[in-house]
């Protein structure tokens, strides 16, 4: 690979805040590849460019001819993430914001949303996705074969195993464009073959071998690992066997769990962490590997980020979040500040590290920007063009809060957060069945990135002005989004087989169902009556007017 000598030349290149290339639905030979590999779990302080103990030398050579994104942000938990990176908004529009899908869910991201890998595809890009989905799974247009994806090797939910037979509640859960997989899968725990996160990296590398190298790709590569339950080649688990657990506490609600963890005499589940993550680097350096031998490295952006922060319950999730405060689940930093790079040769100026904030809802714009891809949504992006600031590390104003909030575990417990420049808000609301619970915690991340002087007494000004901003943002979301639903309904029963699970699309109805309002007029007057209560209209900003009051008028 090219290696970036001359950075001044380089920058003087691309000072420019033009794009790289004109906008177009046809591609062009110079058209860069994309690469996005999605991470489940890992900690901000776990790569070995982050100074840990597991060595990633994958990640550490992205870093190195790359760019470190030191604040990038995604949502605290997985679903959520992975919708704001398909389509670019914020996951409270989208009603996939409070918790992950689960099996039993009947929704998923609406029909009406544009995916990233539909522009690209619609481009002229072949597209490719290996692994985990998680977006969707009751009927067929959620499926990734009808959201921009030409071909989809993985599994629709979370948690199917690193092992076969690879299922979830006991149905089998691996396909290949809607037919089972798993079935033909082989390997025994312990050893290397049959070890899913090394299939992915292989089917990617193949499929990357076997493309159309008269067009550019996008491949979307989101991995289990170092996600729970953890498993890794045995191997791996002895080389970590007596790594120590060092980590400080995360001075969140999850310290409690992983005090009692203790005392019951769980062990740490950082070693085999370990294991999983070396494992996970090593997937990346095959693929890595096969850009350089089919000799494409130079022309390919590749982006590594973590849907969220690591799990820091002693006794289940052994990442590193590191020095920040908190996990997976919640608004802390340590659950929504994640470990990213992006590597573009002798686009990206390598070495860097970036320290403005990004988010995950700016991936979309920003590719789309970088490749000349003209994006092809009707609905708004609420994320922005970040290509400024990668290329030639500019500032990048952004209008609007950084809004996060997440209810998993506890159903009615809420976290939400709101970040505005350097001020950020940490608000706990608790619905108990006699009361409601509402604390604040105000942050000057500049200041104090660890969280642990909380200034909310003496700015109540600006906790009143954005605790109103979260209370605008939360009356947006649709009144049947996913919630902290952890129990199945009475009586659900799973499918054997999750690859005949989703309903065809031929067996459903055109149009999307909307409530059960009888007519338009009476949905818009059900939808004020409602309030600030959530959305029945989607995508609705209400607006307030007066005498009528907030309401909906498109």
């Avoid at 714009?365 to 400024?388: C, R, W, Y």
Wanted: aromatic residues 10%.
């Amino acid at each position: 690979m090219k290696k970036i000598i001359i950075r001044a030349a380089i920058a003087a290149a691309i000072a420019s805040s033009a794009p790289i290339f004109a906008e177009s639905n046809a591609t062009t030979p110079d058209q860069p590849n994309i690469i996005i590999l999605l991470a489940d779990d890992i900690g901000y302080a776990d790569p070995g460019f982050r100074g840990s103990g597991i060595e990633t030398p994958a990640l550490d050579s992205l870093a190195e001819e790359g760019m470190t994104l030191d604040r990038f942000y995604t949502t605290p938990i997985c679903s959520p993430t992975r919708a704001a990176l398909m389509t670019g908004r914020d996951p409270m529009r989208l009603g996939v914001a409070y918790s992950v899908l689960l099996p039993w869910d009947s929704g998923g991201v609406h029909t009406d949303e544009h995916f990233m890998p539909e522009s690209f595809q619609e481009a002229g890009y072949q597209t490719a996705m290996f692994g985990k989905w998680h977006l969707g799974h009751s009927q067929q247009v959620f499926h990734p074969n009808e959201r921009g994806f030409d071909h989809f090797y993985g599994h629709l939910h979370t948690e199917v195993g690193y092992y076969p037979p690879f299922n979830n509640l006991g149905g089998s859960d691996f396909q290949v464009n809607g037919q089972t997989l798993a079935g033909t899968v082989t390997g025994e725990k312990g050893s290397s073959e049959g070890y899913e996160t090394f299939m992915l990296a292989d089917q990617s590398s193949e499929w990357i071998r076997n493309r159309d190298k008269s067009r550019p790709f996008f491949l979307y590569l989101p991995f289990l690992a170092p996600h729970e339950p953890l498993e890794a080649p045995d191997e791996l688990v002895e080389k970590y066997r007596d790594m120590k657990d060092e980590r400080p506490p995360a001075r969140s609600p999850s310290d409690k769990i992983s005090r009692l963890a203790k005392v019951t005499g769980a062990e740490s589940r950082r070693p085999l962490y370990a294991a999983v993550v070396d494992a996970m680097d090593q997937a990346v350096a095959r693929v890595l590997n096969t850009l350089d031998e089919e000799g494409i490295a130079d022309n390919t952006i590749v982006m590594f980020f973590s849907d969220n922060g690591a799990t820091r319950v002693y006794g289940r999730g052994g990442g590193d979040n590191t020095p920040f405060r908190g996990g997976k689940g919640e608004v802390y930093e340590g659950g929504i500040r994640v470990a990213s790079v992006i590597r573009w040769p002798e686009k990206i100026p390598a070495g860097l590290n970036l320290d403005q904030a990004m988010t995950v809802m700016d991936v979309f714009p920003t590719l789309a920007k970088a490749a000349g891809v003209s994006p092809q949504n009707q609905l708004e992006f609420d994320g922005i063009d970040m290509t400024p600031a990668l290329l030639d590390n500019k500032e990048v104003s952004r209008d609007d809060t950084i809004f996060f909030a997440s209810e998993i575990p506890l159903y009615n417990s809420f976290g939400f957060t709101a970040i505005d420049g350097d001020w950020k808000l940490v608000q706990w609301l608790t619905m108990d069945p006699m009361a409601t619970t509402v604390t604040h915690e105000l942050y000057n991340l500049a200041e104090d990135p660890g969280e642990y002087n909380n200034l909310a007494s003496k700015h109540p000004g600006r906790v009143g002005k954005m605790s109103q901003e979260i209370l605008d943002r939360r009356a947006l979301y649709p009144i049947n989004g996913t919630r902290a639903r952890i129990s199945s309904p009475p009586g659900w029963h799973p499918p054997k087989d999750w690859a005949s699970y989703p309903r065809p699309v031929s067996e459903l109805q055109e149009q999307p169902a909307t409530s059960m309002a009888p007519s338009k007029r009476s949905e818009h007057l059900l939808d004020y009556l409602h309030g600030d209560r959530g959305r029945l209209i989607y995508n609705c900003d209400p607006l307030d007017i007066p005498i009528v009051g907030k309401t909906c008028l498109n």
